[in-house]
């Protein structure tokens, strides 16, 4: 998680494996436009941009996951995605984000009081926008976040209000080492 105080920024830098990024709460800005809440973006490796937030976010941030090979630069506006049912998963609707042959990103909705069941060759990750779920006996809130591996099973249970949830399968498979800094 990173927090930009308003008019605060980082200075130009370069994501040597790529970064991606889910804004959870106010605007994040680069160069490349602003972002409102609920906007997904991926900067792929070798991006160059100039963050900052002149009224201040919250942002979900995940580095160095992507093939160092990938150029495809993502911009998704949260308030314009399109959720569909999800099939053989009653009670979830998907909004897709990316996909590729090494990951698949998506946001999902899962109704109240629903069980979810979900196998995991690949591994998978969750982060908790909305609501609440339970999975392995503990209670996952707004910003919380989950890490299965590889043959892992998501069974988890829907809070009364539901659940949105930032959801990143298949890369676990393929995860990379950043290099080391001078040490």
Same mark, same amino acid.
């Given at each position: 998680?990173?927090?930009?105080?308003?008019?605060?920024?980082?200075?130009?830098?370069?994501?040597?494996?790529?970064?991606?990024?889910?804004?959870?709460?106010?605007?994040?800005?680069?160069?490349?436009?602003?972002?409102?809440?609920?906007?997904?973006?991926?900067?792929?490796?070798?991006?160059?941009?100039?963050?900052?937030?002149?009224?201040?976010?919250?942002?979900?941030?995940?580095?160095?996951?992507?093939?160092?090979?990938?150029?495809?630069?993502?911009?998704?506006?949260?308030?314009?995605?399109?959720?569909?049912?999800?099939?053989?998963?009653?009670?979830?609707?998907?909004?897709?984000?990316?996909?590729?042959?090494?990951?698949?990103?998506?946001?999902?909705?899962?109704?109240?009081?629903?069980?979810?069941? *979900?196998? *995991?060759?690949?591994?998978?990750?969750?982060?908790?926008?909305?609501?609440? *779920?339970?999975?392995?006996?503990?209670?996952?809130?707004?910003?919380?976040?989950?890490?299965?591996?590889?043959?892992?099973?998501?069974?988890?249970?829907?809070?009364?209000?539901?659940?949105?949830?930032?959801?990143?399968?298949?890369?676990?498979?393929?995860?990379?080492?950043?290099?080391?800094?001078?040490?």
């Amino acid at each position: 998680m990173v927090r930009y105080a308003p008019a605060s920024s980082f200075s130009a830098h370069t994501h040597g494996g790529g970064e991606e990024f889910l804004v959870l709460d106010g605007v994040f800005q680069d160069e490349h436009g602003d972002y409102p809440a609920g906007s997904y973006v991926r900067n792929p490796s070798s991006s160059r941009h100039t963050p900052g937030s002149a009224s201040g976010c919250v942002l979900f941030v995940k580095l160095w996951q992507f093939d160092l090979k990938d150029r495809t630069p993502v911009r998704r506006d949260g308030r314009a995605l399109v959720y569909t049912h999800a099939q053989d998963r009653p009670g979830v609707e998907i909004a897709p984000l990316f996909r590729d042959n090494r990951e698949e990103v998506r946001m999902e909705r899962w109704a109240p009081n629903t069980s979810v069941t *979900l196998g *995991l060759p690949d591994g998978g990750e969750f982060l908790v926008v909305d609501g609440a *779920l339970q999975e392995g006996g503990e209670r996952f809130a707004p910003q919380s976040w989950l890490r299965l591996p590889p043959q892992g099973r998501l069974s988890a249970t829907v809070g009364r209000h539901g659940c949105t949830l930032w959801v990143k399968t298949g890369h676990l498979r393929h995860i990379q080492v950043p290099p080391r800094t001078g040490e």
